[in-house]
């Protein structure tokens, strides 16, 4: 049977072994970095403000992150313009020539813009432990369930069932 590996705080508890110490540096927002790009566009800062206040309460914010909030609220902003254009001019765009004359239909291209930064969005929202999993996670590392899961399971023909 393979050794099952102890938590920091398993070790803490039954071998006294000090827990190492976080030795990441945090920093508040104002010793953040502010691009001037993010800077000088008031709907990009209050962005900006929102995730570095954010995650300087849950004691996550690091200058190393910079980068990685610089880009998550230039998608933010990129997907918020796009909703814009598709609630402005619909899902679908109809085209005409110079005369006036019925040219055609087509999907307005902002939905494929829109269809491609949400995953990328959201990749960026959990590189910086905003999702809802991360957060609870990152608040409680040791979290386990406070009652006992019972599990019922019947013998049946058509699995296999390894003991």
């Known amino acids: 049977m393979p050794v099952k590996r102890r938590t920091q705080a398993e070790q803490f508890y039954f071998s006294r072994i000090p827990i190492p110490e976080d030795t990441t540096e945090l920093c ?3 010793k953040m ?11 990009k800062k209050e962005i900006w403000d929102f995730i570095c206040i954010d ?14 909030i610089s880009e998550l609220v230039e998608v933010s902003m990129l997907i918020y313009q796009c909703r814009k254009a598709i609630d402005r ?44 999993r991360d957060i609870h996670y990152l608040v409680n590392p040791e979290a386990t369930a406070l009652t006992q899961i019972e599990t019922v399971a ?4 058509a699995i296999t069932y390894f003991r």
């Open 28 to 30: 508040s927002i104002d």
């Open 33 to 43: 970095y502010l691009p001037d790009r993010i800077a000088k566009d008031p709907k």
């Open 55 to 68: 995650m300087e309460k849950r004691r996550c914010l690091s200058t190393t992150y910079t980068l990685l």
């Open 89 to 132: 001019d619909g899902m679908i765009v109809e085209k005409y020539d110079d005369e006036g004359n019925f040219k055609g239909s087509y999907p307005n291209p902002f939905v494929r813009i829109l269809a491609s930064q949400q995953p990328t969005m959201m990749k960026l929202i959990e590189k910086v432990g905003m999702s809802p």
């Open 154 to 157: 019947t013998e049946m023909k």
